[in-house]
């Protein structure tokens, strides 16, 4: 059989076409296509609620203090080894610290802290899209899982990855737009046709795009229908500490899969993007959760970890995960931190609750109480697509066609603005 360089055709010119020229294009990712738009809009009241990202009370970024602190105590320690590799499994006290946040083990006795470290393996990876890549990657190579569950609606990129791993891909109904809340029922119904080895992605919390999550019972019934099914859950904790401000609350439904008895295995991709302000730094970890205390089943899974990220990009960047270390590392820094992250859950509750009192004082059409119940950066606020683009081409408001905002996009100065607009839409 020919090469594909063979049969392409020859232009007048004499030149061939493109090896590249049969690719077709692909998707384009939707929040930074909004983002993208918005930025091309001129008109001056234009509102972006659709990047998932942290803004300040003027709209802007915010580099949290305690990252700031972290970074000059970094840069005045003038290390020369600073620039050096890390190694392939990424830096082992950063990893252990971001397990502890994960999973508790600081506040447990030290000989069950021991006992349940070790059923942990640990890798850094390029934020938490790389956790739930490597993850994908892990699983579908040494477990090849007949199908993965994913959330519908969940957050786009889960489809991107798992599709990229070549595993089928089912939904479970995540959200019931008559209660605008989490879609319980469905969800317990559809997983229970799952069959034995599939995976299934639960967003710990905060769920990305509907701010719906389950409650303590839920998530206790899900437990237990993974265990009696054998699925192999998979949480994305990407908002631990930004959706609620308290890290333990946000960890919750993790640490109960954790403590699970028959034990669970199961990953976890952490991310640091937010709850750090760290976005470009690429800062996350990904722990595989074994049932057995086993030297040799926990050797061989990092092994396998660590090749397969040495074959994609030998090792995660380093710059970010020194900072997240420096400050949990450190009491007084740590302090700050938790600061930082009720300074960010706070102003997105307030947010929340300026936006509901705007459409209640405008009388706008519906019940916006979800707004209030949903947590974290996003609210599926509950337009129609063709709300979305009406209010996008009349009022210069960005959100996704799913009608997904960020409520971090709205601040003292624009949320009557927003208001007014969704009230226009919905009349
Ligand atoms: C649900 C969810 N998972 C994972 C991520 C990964 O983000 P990052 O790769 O920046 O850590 C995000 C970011 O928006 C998210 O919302």
Redesign the pocket.
Known sequence: MGSISDTLAIKENGVRDSLFSRLSPTPADE?FAVNGAYIQDTYPDKVNLGI?VYRTSDGSPWPLRVVEEAEKQLYQASDVSRHEYLTIQGDREFLRLASNLVFGFDQEKQAQAEENKSRVVSIQT???????RLGAELLTRNLRPGCVWVPDP??A??HTIWELAGVERKSYPYYDSATKSFDFEGTFRTLSSANTNDVVIL?AC????TGADPTKEQWKMLAELCKTKGLIPFF????QGFASGNLEQDAWAIRYFFNYNPRLEFCV?Q????NFGL?GQ???ALHVVTSTISEEVSQNLLSNLCHLVRGEYSMAPRGGSEIVRTVLGNETLKEKWYEDLVTMSERIRQMRQALFDELIRLQTPGDWTHILKQIG??TYVGLSEEQVSKIRSKHHIYMLKSGRISISGLNESNVKYVAKGIDDVVR
């Open positions: 929040p998932g390029v934020s938490g899209t790389g956790a739930n969940t957050w990129n889960h967003h905060a769920h990305n795009p994305d904790l990407a908002y991709a991310s640091f993007s937010k976005y690429r800062v996350g950066m996003f």
